[in-house]
């Protein structure tokens, strides 16, 4: 199975800052890795796909790169709406798996 | 709008079997590939099982293959997932989710979920 390990488990963060958060795959998922915000006692929602590409309905300050096994969700800009916890999964081979999460809090 | 609504969750002893449910509207459902997804109290997401639009292909984490069956019934718009020999590790929050599109595999709309706790 694919072990995504992401990185940091929590980080603190101060409103209006640019950050950057990171999953990395055991093995090479090509570019099929793809983010998910989850807010408290709310469904997880997708924030970006393939790595990269942007989502209809999502606040462009959420932005994504990376290939093969290290990848970076960037968020330019965070607000307090952004505390939540952030998922990376891949979904290059079965079982699809997901990382563990970075929490992110208020600083 | 797109709409999946999950039941079935409830209290059950080990050992013992439970049938989910989530029932689809707003899309065709018929058109898209659907998975099961859950989440233990207080842990991560952990994919479960997956099933194609027309029921030939379906896969499971090993985790609980052997012991899941997920199906779904296109006429009524309902994914189910039957679960046998619940063990106290199956505690959680049951999602199902899809795509929306023929060959995702990403998960873009997602139930509110139901909970499952096994305990005696």
């Known amino acids: 199975d694919v072990v995504l390990t992401q990185s940091p488990a929590t980080l603190s963060v101060t409103p209006g800052e640019r950050i950057s958060l990171s999953c990395r795959a055991s093995?090479?998922?090509?570019?099929?890795l793809h983010w998910y915000q989850q807010k408290p006692n709310e469904s997880p929602r997708l924030l970006i796909k393939y790595a990269s590409q942007s989502i209809s309905g999502i606040p462009s300050r959420f932005s994504g790169s990376g290939s093969g096994t290290d990848f970076t969700l960037s968020i330019n800009g965070v607000e307090l709406e952004d505390l939540s916890i952030y998922y990376c999964q891949q979904g290059n081979s079965l079982p699809f798996t997901f990382g563990s999460g970075t929490k992110l809090e208020i600083k | 709008e797109v709409q999946l609504v999950e039941s079935g969750g409830g209290l059950v002893q080990p050992g013992r079997s439970l049938k989910l449910s989530c029932v689809a509207s707003?899309?065709?459902?018929?058109?898209?590939?659907m998975n099961w997804i859950r989440q233990a109290p207080g842990k991560g997401l952990e994919w479960v099982a997956y099933?194609?639009?027309?029921?030939?292909?379906?896969y499971y984490a090993e985790t609980v293959k052997g012991r899941f069956t997920i199906s779904r019934d296109n006429a009524k718009n309902t994914l189910y997932l039957q679960m046998t020999s619940l063990r106290s590790e199956d505690t959680a929050l049951y999602y199902c989710?899809?795509?929306?599109?023929?060959?995702?595999?990403?998960?873009?709309?997602w139930g509110q979920g139901t909970l499952v706790t096994v305990s005696s």
């Open positions: 099933i194609s639009s027309g029921s030939s292909y379906i």
């Open positions: 707003g899309f065709t459902f018929s058109n898209y590939g």
């Open positions: 989710a899809s795509p929306m599109d023929p060959n995702g595999d990403w998960f873009a709309y």
């Open positions: 093995e090479s998922v090509d570019t099929y």
